[in-house]
Nanobody
C-alpha cells in the first residue's frame, strides 16, 4: 500500500535552515503529484509547496523564496529545503501524494504521519 514517512524535524534557531525528508513506497513516485503542508493545533492545514510529475512547482506566499521543494526519483523521496526559518514556521509538517495534482489544497489522498519543526531561540 501507499506509505509516506517524514523525518528530519526538530528544533532550530530563528534564521536557521532545515531539510525534511519524505520517503515513499507503494506507488509510482515519478508519476504522482507531491506536496508539503503544515498545521498548527487549532488551525487549518496550510499548503506550502507542491511539485507535479512534470516538475512544475508552486509555492505559498508565506514560504516563497525560502523553501525549495525537490524530488529524488531514484530514492522515491521528497524534500523541502527550508531556509530563513522564523518562529511562525513552527508546526507539524506533512507530505502528501496523489495521482491528481491538487496544488496547495489539502485534498491529496495519501498523507504521512508528520514531523514536528520548532523554531525558537
Amino acid at each position: 500500500q501507499v506509505q509516506l514517512v517524514e523525518s528530519g524535524g526538530g528544533s532550530v534557531q530563528p534564521g536557521g535552515s532545515l531539510r525534511l525528508s519524505c520517503v515513499t513506497s507503494g506507488f509510482s513516485f515519478d508519476q504522482w503529484a507531491m506536496a508539503w503542508f503544515r498545521q498548527v493545533p487549532g488551525k487549518k492545514r496550510e499548503g506550502l509547496a507542491t511539485v507535479h510529475s512534470d516538475g512544475s512547482t508552486l509555492y505559498a506566499n508565506s514560504v516563497e523564496g525560502r523553501f525549495t521543494i525537490s524530488k529524488d526519483n531514484a530514492k522515491n523521496t521528497l524534500y523541502p529545503e527550508m531556509n530563513s526559518l522564523n518562529p511562525e514556521d513552527t508546526a507539524m509538517y506533512f507530505c502528501a501524494a496523489d495521482e491528481l495534482w491538487y496544488l496547495l489544497v489539502p485534498r491529496y489522498g495519501h498523507w504521512g504521519q508528520g514531523t514536528q519543526v520548532t523554531v525558537s531561540s
